[in-house]
């Protein structure tokens, strides 16, 4: 019975440890005003997140944002992640029309969720900020991941040099692949679908058994997320839960990962470089997201 007695109580305490380590990370983690201002689409079907890659770099003035990503878990459906391209061309809410990033840059958060609503008719129910820097410590965190880049690489802006083929990266190599674009063909559309590819690699580390049966690298992987994430205001640890599980499946294979269908390329006047959405296909994209039934989207 005393054996009985002590590893139970050693049981209850891993259950503890496993439960409290993600809720004090959480109330740690940094918030930030997200909520934007006038009138927004009222609240619909399922809950959706957006999802932010700020990006500081030393000699750079300010933050960018190069990912923006809609979490959505619906009501009937799959989960899905919808990428939105940076170099989006997009109507601003009081300012000409610019690319989708410019947004963050004129208004900061609450001005690109209140873009990203303009222009998809989607409740943005909660905002998640991920300094690009915190990747390097979550990835590390969990013992570097597997990527698998489909050229050779060599982007001198993201200091990156890669062969062709899957291997195996630490966090400052997943940082750079997730950052190149010069040196990819299809630019800003090829940085979007690695971007995805480095958070699927993660989300399958992070469920791996490891992660809850090592405290050490258990920990890590929380202190990381709490130092690199801002959460909106009015975002919700409950609804975070839910869409966490959205995120796994959307990236894991078991959920829809796309990008939102684009029309082409090109360069506009004193904007620069631009993707043009399919105004037919994205706004499907957009009406069933809206609805909370995702059944007729493919990833």
Avoid at 11 to 24: C, E, I, R
Wanted: proline share 6%; charged share 20%; glycine share 12%.
């Amino acid at each position: 019975r005393p054996v009985l007695r002590f590893v139970g109580t050693l049981l209850v305490a891993w259950l503890v440890f496993l439960v409290l380590t993600p809720v004090y990370a959480w109330v740690i983690g940094t918030r930030v005003d997200a909520t934007p201002a006038g009138g927004r689409p009222g609240d619909q079907p399922g809950t959706t997140v957006l999802l932010v890659g700020s990006d500081a770099r030393p000699g750079v003035a300010g933050a960018r944002t190069d990912t923006m990503m809609l979490m959505h878990r619906p009501t009937v459906g799959d989960p899905v992640l919808l990428s939105l391209p940076r170099d989006s061309l997009v109507s601003i809410p009081g300012r000409a029309d610019n690319r989708l990033n410019a947004a963050f840059a004129f208004g900061g958060p609450p001005l690109l969720v209140q873009t990203i609503e303009a222009n998809t008719g989607i409740h943005v129910d909660g905002y998640l900020e991920v300094g690009f820097d915190g990747v390097v410590g979550a990835v590390d965190a969990i013992g570097g991941i597997e990527v698998c880049p489909a050229f050779d690489i060599d982007d001198r802006d993201s200091h990156l040099t890669m062969t062709a083929g899957c291997q195996r990266v630490d966090g400052t190599t997943a940082l750079g692949y997730v950052r190149m674009r010069k040196g990819d063909p299809r630019g800003d559309l090829g940085r979007v679908e690695r971007q995805r590819e480095v958070m699927g690699a993660m989300a399958r580390e992070v469920i791996h058994p490891l992660t809850v049966l090592n405290p050490v690298r258990y920990w890590r992987l929380n202190m990381a997320a709490s130092q690199s994430l801002a959460r909106g205001e009015d975002t919700g640890l409950v609804d975070m839960a839910a869409v966490a599980a959205g995120f796994v499946s959307a990236t894991t294979g078991t959920g829809i990962s796309m990008t939102v269908p684009v029309a082409g390329t090109g360069n506009v006047s004193g904007v620069g470089s631009i993707v043009r959405w399919d105004d037919d296909a994205a706004a499907a994209v957009f009406a069933a997201i809206a609805a909370g039934d995702t059944t007729t989207l493919e990833g």
